[in-house]
């Protein structure tokens, strides 16, 4: 059974710095891309940052010189480092494993700017 599961968010500061985890299991996590979304209210999800297996990165024009996404094959997790957080980064931040025949999801984490 796959599962992905997302921690970290919060409320901070304009300015300010979260780091998201997610920990995924049930898949050979070290063979899968991964990647972060985000959804603000009223608005589409959109990805926020994509690794690939090799360790190969991209980023969303709103994030690039400011989020940082990185891969622990040997904890099977994935980080999200969020600096200079604006308040239009508040969204709610999922988790994705894009598999071959499947994507799954996580439940989400609330991330917050606001003074």
């Known amino acids: 059974q796959v599962q992905v599961v997302e921690s970290g968010g919060g409320l901070v500061q304009p300015g300010g710095s979260l780091r998201l985890s997610c920990a995924a299991s049930?898949?050979?996590?070290?063979?899968?891309?991964m990647a972060w979304y985000r959804q603000a209210p009223g608005k589409e999800r959109e990805l926020v940052a994509f690794?690939?297996?090799?360790?190969?990165?991209n980023y969303a024009d709103s994030v690039k010189g400011r989020f940082t996404i990185s891969r622990d094959n040997a904890k099977n997790t994935v980080y999200l480092q969020m600096n200079s957080l604006k308040p239009e980064d508040t969204a709610v931040y999922y988790c994705?494993?894009?598999?071959?025949?499947?994507?799954?999801w996580g439940q989400g984490t609330q991330v917050t700017v606001s003074s």
């Open positions: 049930g898949i050979i996590f070290s063979i899968n891309a």
């Open positions: 690794i690939s297996s090799g360790g190969r990165t």
């Open positions: 994705n494993a894009p598999l071959p025949n499947y994507s799954y």
